[in-house]
């Protein structure tokens, strides 16, 4: 009887999760023109407790996004502009000595529900090892002190594709902490022409608070506790060996065009992702084509294309078209 009841309540949570999902785009279109793919990643990253990786060209609304997502969720949120002399201490926080005489420990900018790290590219190792031990650790420590961070806690970092110089490129290792790497795309020309219109003008828009940061987390619980049939399990697990070069499972394309494949991380991303995915539409199980809906952006980063790829102009979209058919 009990566990009927818990059934029902988490069935009427998906329900209810369909139908907030669907007020938060609402609520964000008042502000963000277009970008609907991208706003549904972010989202789907942020119930599924993943961080995002936006690689954009500057002007495309990669700060707004990520502020007006934190208003509509009702979340605390603070921006770090990533350049080459910040220091671990610049976002993680420092000790300081008080009128006591004793050390205090003041937190740095990094203790927010939604953190923005601006062209994270631009630090060296030190400082992004910093942060991404935050989004996998939940948590800092600092003279011998470990302090957690606040739930939920969600890191959206950008980079600029085009401007290289002065920059220090995240190590495969580190991207891999990512969920998923959204590549943002120019607006097309009715966009452009609305956002131009909103923003020349004086236009104050105010945003409705759809959810607070225990509802997300309860959310984000209801969603891991989704059954996934072994089939899905196994599909995903089969589609990241897929694209390991010299697996028994690798296409003919992950063989001539990879160097590396991606690692068991991926599998866990794509169930989970899935899981949100199967959510937002409704869904009470995920199923392989919801796997398929979030394959590209959870393997973008975690595939390297080799020299022949580059020569035969393969992009990793081919790659994916290939891996998915």
Known sequence: MKMAEENNSEVALIDQFAVDFKRLKQEIGKVIVGQEDIIDQVLISIFSRGHCLLVGVPGLAKTLLVNTISDVLGLSFNRIQFTPDLMPSDIIGSDILDESRNFKFIKGP??????LADEINRTPPKTQSALLEAMQE???????NKYILESPFFVLATQNPIEQEGTYPLPEAQLDRFMFNLWLDYP???????????TTADIDVKLDK???GDQIMQYQQVI????VTDAVIEYAVKLA????????MA???TNNYLSWGAGPRASQFLIIGAKCHAALNGKYAPDIEDVKAVALPIFRH???????AEADRVSMEDIMAGLLV
């Open 110 to 115: 990094l203790f927010a529900n939604i953190i």
């Open 138 to 144: 939940k948590s800092v420590t600092t003279g011998g």
């Open 188 to 198: 097309s020309t009715d966009e452009e022409i609305n956002i131009v219109k909103n």
């Open 210 to 212: 759809i959810l607070t």
């Open 224 to 227: 891991r506790k989704l059954p």
């Open 241 to 248: 060996a897929a694209s390991r070069p010299g697996n028994e």
């Open 251 to 253: 296409s003919e394309m």
């Open 302 to 308: 975690r595939l390297v294309r080799n020299y022949k």
